[in-house]
């Protein structure tokens, strides 16, 4: 249930336009975040399964989220904080489904 809540606010607040060319974990903010609302969107559905390979790539952009929001100003510092506790959110849930 948190997990769509948390993606719905996401959803809902949208991009600020000052992350324009802004890069986080290797990729384009815009891409990165259409990366995560697929993965989202996907888990949510239970049309896919969070494998290690994609673990591994949630917790790199968890960690350059963490650096982006540390050094962006407010509006993108408020997005990358939007979006690392979504990206929280995928991984506690795969690590609670292995449990």
Avoid: F
């Amino acid at each position: 249930m948190q997990l769509a809540r948390l993606w719905c606010e996401h959803l809902a607040a949208g991009c600020p336009r000052e992350l324009t060319g802004v890069e986080i974990a290797g990729s384009d903010a815009r891409a990165l975040d259409a990366e995560i609302t697929a993965c989202v969107s996907a888990l949510i559905g239970c049309s896919m399964t969070v494998d290690e390979r994609i673990e591994r790539r949630l917790c790199e952009i968890h960690q350059a989220l963490i650096g982006k929001q540390a050094e962006a100003d407010a509006p993108v510092a408020a997005y990358c904080e939007r979006l690392n506790r979504l990206v929280s959110a995928v991984l506690i849930r795969t690590r609670a489904g292995r449990a």
